[in-house]
Structure formats: structure tokens, C-alpha cells
């Protein structure tokens, strides 16, 4: 298969929730709740520009951390941080030269929602 992938930077809300189609479906309260995947993930970037050499998995325990404080988060389906080049796990970013992404889906109400964030230096 001929495919050629372009990287272009998330689109978002003012709240900085993701732009998507999905997001039509949240009702009034999960809406406002829904920015709770923004900022969990800006929550670990920040734990990673703190400590470039932090481990994925405590980048993961941050992220569902802040996820969890969000009640109308009604499930988390995954987290993980891989290599930008091969989108495999990595232990830590560092590992990976080409930059690591930490993406996640969960669901607010029972609406799947699915966002990334992109660590490089």
C-alpha cells in the first residue's frame, strides 16, 4: 500500500479539547468536562519538561491521575507513550530520538474521545 502519513498539529477548542465530530455528542455537562483530556495530557508534558528522563509509566500515572479527578470521566480505555518513528512503547522518551507522543482515549459520559501530545525537543 502507497501511504504517505503528514504530522500536523491537533486543532483545537478554545478549552483546548480537540476538535471533532464526536464532540457534538457530549451533552451540556460532559462538554465542559470534556477539557479534563487536555489538560491531563499538558499535565504530564509538564512533568516531562521538568524531568526529561522520567519514565513512561509515570507520565501514564499522571495522566490518569488528573483524568480521574474528573468524575463524568467514565472510563479510560488507554494510555501510552511510543516513539513518533514507530509508534511502539517506549520506557522512557528519551529513548526514542524522534520524539515521543503520549496519546490516550477515554470516555466522557458515553462519549469516546481520543487525543495525543507531542514531546520533542
Do not use: F
Not at 26 to 41: G, V
Request: aromatic fraction near 4%; proline fraction near 3%; include cysteine.
Amino acid at each position: 500500500m502507497d501511504v504517505n502519513v503528514v504530522v500536523g498539529d491537533t486543532v483545537r477548542e478554545s478549552d483546548g479539547l480537540a476538535k471533532s465530530s464526536r464532540n457534538a455528542y457530549l451533552i451540556d455537562t460532559e462538554r465542559p468536562a470534556a477539557a479534563i483530556i487536555y489538560k491531563s495530557l499538558l499535565a504530564a508534558k509538564d512533568l516531562w519538561i521538568k524531568n526529561p528522563s522520567v519514565e513512561s509509566s509515570d507520565l501514564i500515572s499522571m495522566t490518569r491521575s488528573v483524568l480521574k479527578s474528573e468524575p463524568l470521566v467514565s472510563e479510560i480505555q488507554y494510555i501510552s507513550v511510543e516513539s513518533m518513528a514507530t509508534m511502539k512503547a517506549v520506557s522512557k522518551p528519551s529513548d526514542s530520538k524522534d520524539g515521543t507522543t503520549i496519546s490516550l482515549a477515554c470516555k466522557v459520559g458515553s462519549v469516546r474521545l481520543i487525543d495525543n501530545i507531542v514531546l520533542k525537543h
